[in-house]
């Protein structure tokens, strides 16, 4: 099982709400993966609140058939920082707020 923070890059876009989050729920499902917390960061001007609705949203679209508590649970988790990763400092910034492994 794994336990440490995820870090998304590019989290607003289109391979995070297909296939990212999706594989994060069925992992959480199958009782695979412990995460403390998966952070999605990218350039929009979004908050975790709207970050959440999004990735809820396309989850009822394309995974409807997940196990809902699995998918409450991955959605409790997610947090959203507004960054461009490729200024150093930012993306340091956002790693450096973690006590625990990152994964990127």
Do not use: N
């Given at each position: 099982m794994i336990s440490t923070h995820f870090i998304i890059l590019g989290a607003t876009r289109d391979l995070t709400s297909r296939y990212l989050i999706p594989a994060l729920v069925q992992l959480h499902a199958k009782e695979?993966?412990?995460?403390?917390?998966i952070i999605g960061v990218s350039?929009?001007?979004?908050?975790?609140?709207?970050?959440?609705?999004?990735?809820?949203d396309r989850l009822q679209?394309?995974?409807?058939?997940?196990?809902?508590?699995?998918?409450?649970?991955?959605?409790q988790k997610l947090q959203y920082?507004?960054?461009?990763?490729?200024?150093?400092?930012q993306l340091r910034k956002v790693i450096g707020e973690r006590q625990q492994p990152v994964a990127v």
């Open positions: 695979q993966i412990l995460s403390e917390s350039r929009e001007d979004w908050d975790t609140e709207r970050f959440r609705r999004h990735l809820a679209q394309q995974a409807a058939d997940f196990p809902q508590s699995s998918v409450k649970a991955v959605l920082r507004q960054a461009d990763v490729t200024q150093k400092e």
